[in-house]
């Protein structure tokens, strides 16, 4: 497994919490880091921008106490997502108060960003960058990040289109670092395959909206609790990038569901807030094709119990299967 030495030892889970806008706050990502999970926000939820240094204190403050205490199941580092294009005005601002306060790591989106790696690695710090294609994956490593965050088909949010098992084995083939798995991922079961495949960790955010620390507004996990694997759209028809939305909401907010999903053969019929006031992410909210097994909201703790448990349940039904396929196989196979 490769992974940054500052990681060793602290993580309880081999997960990366995705940075969900508008649902990950400070009180989720210091359960999850208290969990011995990853636990980030994107830098754009801390609203307006002074709020970031208040929430980076408060992480930090809670997770200097929980280590304090805790001596022996320290919590895992923590992680801010900022979006590294022109797109972002608050992208030199977030970045200063990043490096000021020596954060772990950062998980950068689109265009990534040589000098804000640079100053990170200045005080032994960490970025990993999202990326959907194979040449998105080489134009990072050529900015010197840490670690490849694989966006596949089935993630929540803006998703890639490529199939996780030819995705990794193409970046894995010239790329021997961390690689974060990313795509339907929401069960210890997952977990195990993606670890299987050959993957550090994987990335993991629909499974915590529902999450009592989580600042999604209760309709929204309740939307989630309820909805399955047919709820899930993947239409560029809200911000012109194709990402995964639940069905629920497109309804409730007065739209037909096979029009909206309809503008990925025909790009042209999207129009971000010109055909419609609902707006991506506050009322069309978004959801990976994991969601069917989630069954409730539950305490982020619990959430973590449950995967920890599913995780070694995968790995004991796997090694019977292989013990049992060694039996098959000396006795003659087919």
């Not at 999970?37 to 204190?57: C, D, K, M, T, Y």
């Not at 022109?86 to 772990?104: G, L, M, Q």
Request: glycine share 10%; hydrophobic share 40%.
């Amino acid at each position: 497994m490769s992974l940054p030495d500052s990681f060793r030892g602290r993580l309880r889970l081999p997960i990366v919490a995705s940075p969900m806008f508008l649902v990950s706050g400070h009180e989720l990502v210091i359960a999850q880091c208290k969990a011995g999970i990853i636990g980030s926000f994107p830098s754009l939820n801390a609203r307006p921008e002074a709020e970031l240094q208040v929430w980076l204190s408060t992480i930090q403050e809670a997770l200097a106490a929980h280590d304090a205490s805790h001596p022996r199941a320290p919590a895992a580092p923590y992680a801010v997502n900022m979006i590294s294009n022109k797109s972002n005005a608050r992208f030199e601002h977030d970045a200063t108060v990043c490096v000021e306060n020596k954060v772990p790591l950062l998980l950068t989106s689109l265009s990534p960003p040589g000098d804000l790696v640079r100053a990170v690695h200045g005080y032994g710090g960490s970025v990993f960058h999202d990326v959907t294609t194979v040449r998105h994956a080489e134009k990072a490593l050529e900015q010197g990040v840490d670690g490849l965050i694989l966006v596949c088909n089935g993630a929540g949010g803006h998703a890639g289109t490529a199939n996780p098992f030819a995705f990794y084995s193409e970046v894995r083939r010239f790329y021997g670092g961390t690689i974060v798995l990313a795509g339907a991922i929401g069960t210890g079961g997952s977990i195990h395959a993606a670890l299987s495949l050959g993957a550090d960790l994987v990335y993991m955010g629909s499974r915590f909206i529902p999450a009592q620390e989580s600042r999604a507004p209760d309709d929204y996990r309740e939307m989630i609790v309820e909805a399955s694997l047919k709820d899930v759209v993947y239409t560029p028809f809200f911000s012109g990038l194709p990402a995964n939305y639940l069905r629920q909401s497109i309804v409730a907010s007065g739209l037909d569901p096979e029009e909206v999903a309809s503008a990925n053969k025909d790009k042209s019929r999207y129009q971000a807030g010109a055909r419609t006031s609902a707006k991506a992410w506050r009322d069309i909210r978004g959801a990976g094709q994991g969601i069917g097994l989630i069954e409730k909201v539950q305490p982020l703790a619990e959430i973590a119990d449950q995967l920890e448990r599913e995780w070694v349940e995968a790995r004991v039904a796997d090694d019977a299967a292989r013990a049992a396929r060694a039996a098959w196989l000396r006795q003659g196979g087919y």
